[in-house]
């Protein structure tokens, strides 16, 4: 079956660093994105991986590896208004996107 | 600007009720999509509509039925539904839904739905 694995919860602090890994085994691979999701709001599009490497926007990266079938955001210089859920979602060779069930991120002062 | 909008924001409903939730995009896009998000659960696509004709009915029960008038507008019509269909309805639409890796899906802010 197709999965995709990504932390439940993770807690860091205003300023810092964090790393949100997401790991995937699905049928095929056409590009992986990562999107944002506050409380109550809709999901907004944060990037699009589909080669190997990293893309840098803003204070936000995501890398890829798609021999290890992994990718990571990267958040720096946390902000309160980070606190979300992070989402992971991967389009498999049938063209369909697999979601992971996301990452809530808890911003602490 | 707001993109893709729903109505209602937030539903309560009784398993007799018969209520239906609207979806609009502002966007131009010619695919428009039902997701069912629970909690701590992946968001599990209901239908996908590609140029107003439905391409996509992934098992969903027969409670739940989709409309599509135009490429702007979906429905989703609800008609006795039980507890467990409690959830957060998320719209989205993207350009199309064909075969391009990097099409990105913009979502409305949901539909809460609360089934007693």
């Known amino acids: 079956g197709q999965n995709i694995d990504q932390p439940t919860e993770m807690t860091a602090t205003e300023g810092a660093i964090v790393q949100i890994n997401c790991t995937y085994q699905?049928?095929?691979?056409?590009?992986l994105f990562w999107y944002q999701q506050h409380a109550g709001e809709a999901p907004t599009f944060l990037s699009y991986n589909v080669l190997d490497g990293l893309e840098e926007k803003g204070r936000f990266s995501s890398f890829l590896s798609r021999s290890k079938g992994y990718s990571y955001l990267l958040l720096k210089e946390l902000q309160m208004k980070d606190s979300a859920s992070y989402l992971c979602a991967v389009r498999d060779s049938n063209y369909q996107l697999i979601w992971g069930a996301g990452t809530k991120l808890i911003i602490k002062p | 600007e707001t993109g893709v909008t729903q109505t209602p924001r937030h539903l309560v409903m009784g398993m007799t009720n018969k209520k239906s939730l609207k979806c609009e995009q502002h966007l131009g896009h010619n695919a428009m999509y039902w997701y069912k998000q629970s909690a701590k659960k992946p968001l599990e696509l209901m239908f996908v509509y590609n140029f107003k004709e439905q391409t996509e009915n992934n098992s969903v029960p027969s409670r739940f039925s989709p409309e599509c008038p135009n490429s702007s507008h979906l429905f989703l019509h609800l008609h006795t539904l039980q507890p467990e269909d409690s959830a957060l309805y998320l719209c989205?639409?993207?350009?199309?839904?064909?075969?391009?890796?990097?099409?990105?899906?913009?979502f409305g802010p949901g539909t809460r739905l609360l089934v007693l």
């Open positions: 989205a639409s993207s350009h199309t839904a064909g075969l391009a890796g990097h099409e990105t899906q913009y």
């Open positions: 699905t049928s095929g691979f056409n590009g």
